[in-house]
């Protein structure tokens, strides 16, 4: 133990030496992994609030079918769904989208009492008369909105709406751009006031069989569709992993660039390491020994190498919100977003990140250090 003990020492010894070299390489190493830590953390944080979200929602989505696409339910069946047994709760949205000024913002439509727990106003209070709205913190602070604002939408002046209340929501980014007003008012703004776009059905447990059953007889002649949180659950998940498969095939681009880069850099002072491989066995050294020497050398570099990358990632998600990474797993955001970018760092990725610095530092040492420890000592020290 004493002999692998000493081994490390000289290892961390040798990188002190070689300042030069330890320093490019752990720049490589910084240079590749911190975006992957970086690029991992976002769509992780991401899809947690994505999750969140559909958890909080209703436990079956009801629309109507046009042309294999979903399109709105006509509120003369709300009552209905309201009386099958199971149906806890049945709850008219409308969802669209509307130019506020120059800006596109989310509408949605809903009675006050069915408004998420997690929305709650900073400010102000809840929308309760005609045309009130509350806003999300991000849209009020671009626009400069404060309580008693009033305001009309692109295309739609004949309306004007009055600022009750500014929200974040705690389960997502999606306050960034986001209007909520009453489910009239919505119909209203968009021309469409006997409509839902969805219909969230809350149900007892174990009774969503019976629910779509029951659905069917009162639905029969019309192209609905009726989809579950686990459905919605699942769409969410493959929509992530397209983006990240989209990002990981892009950057095993720019990790096949980076090995050479690797090669190269490890290679610095090539003709001083073959000399001091040959010094060593010149002395007694054996070619396990030296190459246990050069293992714990490139262990230690990877080591320190990944460490900086996964600081440089927190700093660049902590500091700089995700700057020229974060379009590539938010869609319609500007190159710095205006909202806290979500992140969550994992286990996993650190480790994965340690282990691919490794690899690389290792594919650039190891062979040419066994040339080396595997030929004459007079041969090594010409």
Known sequence: ???????????????????????????CVIAILSPFITAI???EGI?????????????????????????????????????????K???????GRAYFQNKLVVIVGINKEDIPDSVSCISGRMFENPNEVIIGNELARHFHLRIGDQFSMRGQQRKVFTAAGVFTPDSGIWGASLLFMSFKDAGELFGKPEVATDIQIYSIP????????????????????????????????????????????????????????ILVASGFGLSDRRKEIGIMKATGWNTLEVLELITFEQLLISLLGATIAILLSIF??????????????????????????????????????????????MVGSIYSSWRASSVSPVVAMK
């Not at 209703?58 to 309201?82: A, C, H, M, Q």
Request: charged share 20%.
């Open 316 to 361: 660049w998600i902590r500091v700089f919100n995700g700057i020229f990474i974060g379009q590539f797993f938010i869609a319609e955001i500007t190159l710095l977003p205006k909202f806290t970018v979500p992140s969550k760092f994992l286990p996993l990725p650190f480790l994965l990140s340690f282990f691919f610095a490794l690899l690389l530092t």
């Open 206 to 261: 174990g009774h969503n069989s019976e629910i779509a059953t029951d659905l069917y007889s009162i639905l029969m002649n019309e192209p609905y569709r009726l989809q579950d949180k686990q459905i919605i659950e699942l769409f969410v998940k493959k929509g992530f992993l397209l983006k990240e498969g989209i990002f990981t095939a892009l950057y095993v681009v720019a990790f096949a660039l980076g090995i050479p880069a």
């Open 41 to 43: 953390s976002i769509s």
């Open 1 to 27: 133990m004493n002999k692998h003990i000493n081994l490390l020492l000289l290892a961390a010894e040798n990188l002190l030496r070689h300042r030069t070299k330890t320093i490019v390489v752990c720049l």
């Open 89 to 95: 709760k049945a709850v008219p949205r409308i969802i």
């Open 47 to 87: 899809r947690e609030q994505s999750l969140a979200s559909v958890e909080e929602g209703g436990d079956l989505y009801l629309t109507f079918d046009e042309f294999g696409r979903n399109t709105s339910v006509p509120l003369k069946y709300l009552e209905e769904i309201r009386t099958i047994f199971g149906v």
